[in-house]
T-cell receptor, first 113, second 115 residues
Framework: DAGVTQSPTHLIKTRGQQVTLRCSPK?????VSWYQQALGQGPQFIFQ???????QRGNFPDRFSGHQFPNYSSELNVNALLLGDSALYLC????????????FGPGTRLLVL | QQQVKQSPQSLIVQKGGIPIINCAYE??????FPWYQQFPGKGPALLIA?????SEKKEGRFTISFNKSAKQFSLHIMDSQPGDSATYFC??????????????FGKGTLLTVNP
């Protein structure tokens, strides 16, 4: 059983560009959350998707947007990239039978130059 | 506003020692407190979690102690091994609606266990 998978593993962009990151949740999971982890910091909650809708959002600007597909996979889009967007972007999934437990993927390392 | 404060920032112990990592929270709506372990280049992995209705929980060599009145909780690692060397994060969640699944993390503790 594959866990949470994310693609790509690494990405280099320049300021002002747009980026799309992808996440496939653990089998049987229907809720996906995205987190940003800056170097040396704990992950920060960006938003959560359930039933293809954004259910909760953290303190991130509208440049950060997302989408969830009918197969529960998800995308994170970031527009107008800033140097400060360089971070590890983590996807976490949970299923209805998991209570509060969330399972994290390996992340996508984004570097903005 | 940092809602979960974690200390120390880094910790070095000898093999067999008992490292202790502490966290304090501010939001009284929090009612779920997990600890995650993260190795370089990997995503965080859940170690153990506790609810505020118990004061202690053990799973293998990992123990969480919880003090609801002080709004503090800590992780103890018994008989630590070099393979435990990693970054440890405490987290919390709770509140109305979807806040139950919105994790707020501490800044992390880099643990080194020397052979």
């Amino acid at each position: 059983d594959a866990g949470v998978t994310q693609s790509p593993t690494h990405l280099i962009k320049t300021r002002g560009q747009q980026v799309t990151l992808r996440c496939s949740p653990k089998s049987g999971h229907d809720t996906v959350s995205w987190y940003q982890q800056a170097l040396g910091q704990g992950p920060q909650f960006i938003f959560q998707y359930y039933e293809e809708e954004e259910r909760q959002r953290g303190n991130f600007p509208d440049r950060f947007s997302g989408h969830q597909f009918p197969n529960y996979s998800s995308e994170l889009n970031v527009n107008a990239l800033l140097l400060g967007d360089s971070a590890l972007y983590l996807c976490a999934s949970r299923g209805q039978g998991d209570g509060r437990t969330q399972y994290f993927g390996p992340g996508t390392r984004l570097l903005v130059l | 506003q940092q809602q979960v404060k974690q200390s120390p920032q880094s910790l070095i112990v000898q093999k067999g020692g008992i490292p202790i990592i502490n966290c304090a929270y501010e939001n009284t709506a929090f009612d779920y407190f997990p600890w995650y372990q993260q190795f370089p280049g990997k995503g965080p992995a859940l170690l153990i979690a506790i609810r505020p209705d118990v004061s202690e929980k053990k799973e293998g060599r990992f123990t969480i102690s919880f003090n609801k009145s002080a709004k503090q909780f800590s992780l103890h690692i018994m008989d630590s091994q070099p393979g435990d060397s990693a970054t440890y994060f405490c987290a919390a969640s709770g509140g109305s609606g979807g806040s139950n699944y919105k994790l707020t993390f501490g800044k992390g503790t880099l643990l080194t266990v020397n052979p």
